[in-house]
């Protein structure tokens, strides 16, 4: 499906995308992919359309699917759409996998997720390498929303096998679904035990780089990161509070706003995904996760492909239980983390580059500014010397 939608009276805040970190955004715009995932019925669509301030996916019933399901588990649909704003322009893809852990039998139903993070890394790298790469078709995905039942309690194993997986291959963002079922004290309980699972387990999440030349924005960056797991509410209804219409659930007890932060952190998302990190979650795909898939597969560490879909679902279906498939796993799985380790320090260093560069061309352009300025002051005083003023 694919429609273009433009941003109504309030903002969104993509326009800010040009202002992030290395303004590398053009005036074609941006292209981002986000994947949501988690159980069924947690407010992912809802999530998305609020988001956005536009009904850019249906709700599951007059979905209009064109994608084949990939598997009874989870099926995969892509949404496009285009934004703009202010003339910036968002190519947005919505990786949306609906039905996630509905079967009896939930075992490997990540398994779909993550092959079609793998397939997106393949699909890129095989364009890459074709003489002429224009309209190469990117679906890389930059964040994979995974939503959580919020049960208040911990997280269900499904939950930790799902998120360490994908954790590996995209940037991960834990977000606790329909924050307004519980109360603030069950929700920092409830978020303080994600945390500590997501530690104890190693699962690899998302963390927004800390500047260390920006008070406001490291701040900021502290924030968000003390916020995850993410506590959303999602509607797609706007009530009148105090004569302005509000995006919010209304309960018989009182009223839920979606953008008040002292009810839930949607607008801390919001700005790690639209305003402030966008771009880092682009940049962080390309230079962590793409080059980590890419460094493995040239050295021949992920399996080639197989010629059609179907015989590879088959081949992965005969391998998910098999030891030798288990062990080589947990081999992949080291090499992922030294990997991703690698590349992280790589950014780190690639960052303090840029600074230094920045610094060195500040400097460059201050003294430019002076010789500028002697020179002026120069020509006035010949011309006053020449009698011309
Ligand atoms: N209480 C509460 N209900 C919500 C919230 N967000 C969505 N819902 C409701 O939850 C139900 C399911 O929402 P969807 O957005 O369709 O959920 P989904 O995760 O996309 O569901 P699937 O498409 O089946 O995977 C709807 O009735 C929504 O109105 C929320 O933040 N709080």
Request: proline fraction near 4%; charged fraction near 30%; charge should be neutral.
């Amino acid at each position: 499906m694919s429609q273009v939608a433009t941003a109504n009276a309030e903002p969104i805040g993509i326009t800010n995308l040009p202002n992030q970190r290395y303004k590398i955004v053009s005036k074609e715009g941006a292209t981002f992919t986000v994947m949501l995932a988690g159980e069924s019925g947690l407010g992912k669509t809802t999530f998305i359309n609020t988001l956005f301030q536009t009904l850019l996916i249906p709700h599951q019933d007059n979905r209009n699917r064109f994608s084949k399901p990939i598997k009874k588990t989870v099926e995969i649909s892509i949404v496009r759409a285009e934004l703009e704003e202010k003339n910036f322009k968002l190519r947005l893809n919505v990786i949306d996998t609906p039905g996630f852990g509905d079967n009896v039998n939930n075992k490997n139903a990540w398994q779909p997720i993550v092959e079609f993070i793998d397939e997106q890394h393949s699909s890129y790298m095989k364009q890459e390498s074709q003489p002429t790469r224009t309209g190469a078709k990117d679906l890389r995905v930059h964040a994979c929303l995974y939503f959580i039942r919020p049960t208040g309690h911990t997280l269900k194993p499904l939950d930790i096998e799902a998120m360490k997986r994908i954790g590996t291959r995209a940037n991960l963002i834990p977000v606790i679904a329909k924050a307004d079922t519980l109360t603030p004290n069950e929700m920092l309980e409830f978020k303080k035990r994600i945390r500590a699972i997501i530690e104890a387990q190693n699962i690899r999440i998302y963390s927004p780089p800390i500047e260390t030349d920006d008070q406001a924005a490291a701040e900021h960056a502290k924030q968000l990161i003390e916020s995850m797991p993410f506590a959303v509410i999602g509607s797609e209804e706007e009530f009148e509070v105090d004569g302005k219409m509000v995006k919010g659930r209304r309960y018989p007890w009182g009223f839920v706003e979606v953008e008040n932060d002292q009810h839930c952190d949607f607008r801390k998302l919001r700005s790690l995904l639209l305003r402030t990190n966008m771009l880092d979650l682009i940049l962080s795909t390309r230079e962590i996760h793409y080059e980590t898939y890419r460094g493995l597969k040239m050295n021949g560490e992920v399996g080639s492909e197989s010629p059609s879909k179907d015989s590879k679902r088959k081949s992965v279906d005969k391998f998910v239980d098999n030891p030798e498939f288990i062990e080589e796993e947990k081999r992949l799985k080291r090499y992922f983390a030294e990997q991703l380790r690698n590349e992280d320090q790589r950014f780190k260093q690639w960052k303090q580059n840029i600074h230094t560069e920045k610094n060195r061309l500040n400097h460059d352009l201050a003294n430019l500014q002076g010789d500028m300025k002697r020179l002026e002051e120069e020509v006035t005083s010949l011309k006053q010397e020449k009698g011309y003023e």
